[in-house]
């Protein structure tokens, strides 16, 4: 049985699994049926000032794809709306509690010094494993100058995480907002500021439904619509993207990575890992179905991980980063061709109609005695994988590599570029 | 509690009130609920929205599945509802009674992967329930031609020429037999298929778009003629069904309660209280279509004690589908293959002293013999009936067509002769549904009205 247990920042948990900062992260009740579930760690939602926030209702939004339900989900909550001392008070007997899982606080107060350095202090005395500051929330909060409205300026950036560092040992993860242009400006900042970890990504930008009836975006507070934080399993290939942007910067020098958004099984977050994740938060996943889900998460990680011979979460952690490039460092040799399985077609003919209408015309659509016939052109195709896409049945459609016997040659040096070294000799 | 008609001793047992009042609510509502929206929503998804898709060829009226069901997805049921009725203006009868697992859902590529078929017909139900419940007339007419077309059969086939002769301009007299209209929508399915009233729901939706007059009590060769109906108008069709129904040739045949099983379908369709409608305890149905699994269906739902569907050949040759023959099974009805009445035998119908009533029925096995033929084989056994049913076949009757004609129609096989648009020997006259050769079912009926009515229009405008 695979190693599950992760090192991060400085802090270690059982499993990578933990539950992001947010509603389900709110208080004690909460956090400890996460933890009797088997969650490796927690980020509390996030704290700040007295008094308290106040929130609206409702809160929530969601999109629905052919009957999945919550695959996109947004959220309008602010921070947590209980007071400080109360969630201080909780934070401390759950770490006296559950002393190996993972306890991280997350904090948003503005943008000074002074408040900083008061929260932290009280943290500490929680015994609290590390904290996030909260340089992601894209709603509300923003508004007061906190939040993304931080983590969208990377000087902001590190200048808290340097005030942070100063007045607390305890490991600092730096929580980033992917409502920037490069995601990069901001997990340099946090490198130079000395934060211990980034957690990527908090919630993107978004409207996720405009009632057409009442014309106003949803979740509606009578009557009227705020932007919202969009997660959920539509934003994974997002936050994939930034994760993997900065395990491969070398100016990010491997800080650690605590990896989120739209993780919602094992597979989700062994992807997250292979791409240099050291963890993975969840929250949306946990939401929509109950804690439980961590049971198959961690069991499913572990039996993958046994099925490929990995025994810690180290030995593939990366592991897809090196083979993450530009795209002017993929072969522009490489060739493929469509084939499809005649025996398993099922003469639905989405894979012709693609091709025939919107690329390469490549998929001849033919009877064969009155039965349909689909058959790929191998001069047309150009392996663009579209029709193994739209095709229903799994393998049918599959694209197989051809023997042309040229080398690897990327785009920088091939005779066909204007600009290639080749062809200015 | 049961409430015998008769009071013999010997005599059958035939009763009505079988069953507690409540159940007979229950055994004659809807067999196959309609899908909530939910449902609906999740099984559209199921589609794969097939490019010159397979269950398009296979529907004879050729609606276009994929997309009716892709306007389900996105919610957009009054197109979607119209992508139905403009290829199939009985598309809310279809949805209930096609036998999709033989046309559309057999064809769906879904059946190909994984043996499990979008849900074709019930979903067609979603989309034309919810127009039909939002109150909505799609249909307008075109401008008028001045020309008047004489339908004769105000049934699935007829209805469907008058509409779409009405929607092209024209105006329509339907000539009806029967006291109601709708033909074996209203006279001939099983109840449980169509409750609520939905064959007159629906034929009330046809008529309002206009233009049609139907005149009922009026029947072909006993009122009216066709060569009258030729004088008199620009252009005839006829959708006149099978008038007569086989009957057992078996020593016996005459006795009291043996009926044909369309007459007893057809009151029982029009019985207002389902509880005064008497059944025999033991019931024999005799026949291997969808008449004989509607009626031995619905003598179990009656209360029957035993109902026995009796078939000469096997199980494949039954025109009813395998599903159908599953439904009653599952009913409680016992299939038995391979045997043909021998004979029937009665005894005196009580103290009334009436003809003498059937009270049980003999039966000979069959085999195919070495020369493919079907033969009985000698061996015998008999079941006891109350009732017997016969499903056997309905004959095409010629005569009312020739009442007073001078140039007769081309009738072959005992079906009216017709071409691809449905026009029969004489240029004015056309036909569909049951009358003409071709598989009997409503949506063919349906696809033979709407190509007729197309090619009486390009007649009647002169452009064929």
């Known amino acids: 049985m695979a190693d599950l247990r992760c090192k991060i920042g400085g802090v270690s948990a059982p499993n990578p699994f933990w539950l992001a900062s947010a509603p389900p992260t709110d208080k004690e009740y909460n956090v400890v049926r996460a933890f009797k579930a088997g969650w490796g760690g927690v980020v509390w939602k996030t704290l700040g000032e007295d008094p308290p926030v106040v929130n609206v209702t409702s809160r929530y939004g969601a999109i629905r794809h052919q009957g999945q339900r919550m695959a996109g989900f947004n959220n309008i909550e602010l921070i947590t709306d209980r007071p400080l001392e109360v969630n201080l008070r909780e934070i401390k007997q759950v770490k006296r509690d559950w002393p190996d899982r993972a306890l991280v606080v997350s904090l948003m107060v503005p943008c000074q010094e002074e408040p900083w350095r008061k929260i932290l202090a009280a943290v500490e005395d929680t015994n609290a494993d590390g904290v996030e500051l909260n340089f992601g929330c894209p709603h509300g909060m923003s508004e007061r100058g906190m939040g993304s409205a931080v983590g969208q300026v990377p000087e902001y950036i590190e200048m808290v995480t340097r005030w942070c560092k100063q007045h607390t040992n305890m490991p600092v993860f730096v929580k980033l907002t992917p409502n920037v242009t490069s995601i990069l400006g901001p997990a340099h900042a946090a490198v130079a500021g000395g934060g211990d970890a980034v957690s990527l990504i908090n919630t993107i930008n978004s409207i996720t439904n405009v009632n057409l009836d009442a014309m106003a975006p949803e979740p509606m507070v009578n009557g009227k619509g705020a932007h919202g934080g969009y997660c959920g399993p539509a934003v994974k290939p997002i936050a994939m993207h930034m994760v993997a942007e900065i395990a491969r910067d070398p100016e990010c020098r491997d800080i650690p990575i605590s990896g989120i958004g739209g993780i919602s099984n094992w597979r989700d977050a062994a992807e997250f890992i292979a791409l240099g994740a050291g963890s993975v938060q969840v929250c949306t996943a946990a939401m929509h179905y109950g804690f439980r889900i961590v049971d198959d998460m961690i069991e499913g990680l572990s039996n993958w991980m046994d099925s490929k011979g990995y025994r810690t979460i180290a030995d593939f952690r990366g592991a897809a980063t090196r083979n993450y490039v530009d795209w002017g460092a993929l072969d522009i040799n490489y060739e493929l061709v469509a084939k499809i399985d005649q025996a398993a077609c099922i003469k639905c003919g989405l894979c012709h109609i693609a091709c025939e209408d919107t690329s390469h015309q490549a998929i001849a659509a033919t009877r064969d005695n009155g039965d349909r016939h689909y058959e790929v052109i191998d001069a047309e195709c150009v392996g663009c994988n579209l029709c193994m896409h739209v095709c229903p049945v799994e393998d049918c459609i599959t694209m197989e590599p051809v023997d042309n016997n040229k080398p690897y040659v990327v785009w920088g040096d091939d005779p066909r570029n204007p600009a290639s070294v080749q062809d200015r000799q | ?464």
């Open chain 2, 1 to 464: 509690m049961a409430h015998d008609t008769n009071h013999g001793d010997s005599g059958p047992d035939i009763a009505f009130g079988r069953l507690d009042p409540a159940d007979y609510a229950d055994n004659f509502a809807d067999a196959k609920p309609p899908l909530d929206r939910p449902q609906a929503l999740v099984e559209a998804s199921r589609c794969h929205f097939c490019y010159d898709a397979p269950c398009v060829e296979a529907c004879p009226t050729g609606i276009d599945i994929p997309a009716f069901i892709a306007k389900i997805a996105s919610e957009n049921l009054k197109g979607s509802a119209l992508e139905i009725l403009n290829a199939n203006i009985l598309g809310g009868m279809c949805a209930r009674v096609c036998p999709t697992e033989i046309l559309c859902e057999q064809a769906c590529v879904r059946t190909a992967q994984e043996n499990k078929p979008v849900k074709i017909g019930l979903l067609q139900r979603h989309a034309t329930d919810w127009l039909f419940d939002a109150a909505i007339q799609p249909f307008s007419r075109a401008p008028a031609s001045g020309k008047t077309v004489a339908v004769v059969g105000a049934g699935p086939a007829g209805l469907s020429c008058a509409h779409r002769l009405a929607t092209l301009g024209h105006d329509v007299v339907v000539y009806e037999a029967r006291e109601k209209n709708g033909g074996l929508n209203e006279y001939g399915i099983a109840a449980y298929k169509v409750p609520d009233d939905f064959a007159q729901r629906e034929l009330d939706f046809i008529l309002a778009v206009g233009g049609i007059e139907i005149r009922n009590g009026q029947q072909l060769g006993r009122d009216i003629t066709l060569t009258k109906l030729r004088d008199r108008y620009d252009a005839v069709f006829l959708g006149v069904g099978l008038a007569a129904v086989r009957s057992l040739a078996n020593e016996g045949a005459e006795l009291a309660g043996v009926h044909p099983a369309v007459d007893y379908i057809a009151t029982l369709r029009q019985s207002p209280d389902l509880a005064t409608l008497p059944v025999g305890r033991n019931v024999v149905v005799i026949g291997g279509g969808n008449t004989a699994i509607d009626i031995a269906v619905q003598s179990k739902r009656l209360g029957a004690e035993t109902v026995s569907l009796v078939y000469r050949r096997g199980p494949d040759h039954m025109s009813a589908t395998g599903h159908e023959q599953e439904f009653a099974q599952i009913n409680g009805v016992t299939i038995i293959h391979w045997a043909q009445p021998a004979s029937l035998a009665g005894a005196p119908n009580g103290a009334a002293g009436n003809a003498a009533h059937v009270r049980s029925i003999s039966f000979e096995r069959t085999a195919l013999g070495a020369d493919g033929r079907l033969a009985g084989t000698g061996e015998q056994f008999t079941l006891a009936a109350d009732m017997v049913f016969t499903a056997i076949g309905q004959v095409f009757l010629p005569d009312p067509l020739h009442a007073d004609s001078a140039s007769p129609i081309e009738l072959q096989d005992g079906a009216i002769v017709v071409d691809d648009d449905r026009r029969t020997s004489l240029p004015d006259v056309f036909a569909g549904g049951d009358c003409v050769p071709g598989i009997d079912l409503t949506v063919q009926a349906v696809e033979d009205g709407k190509r007729a009515a197309i090619a009486i229009d390009r007649r009647l405008r002169g452009t064929a």
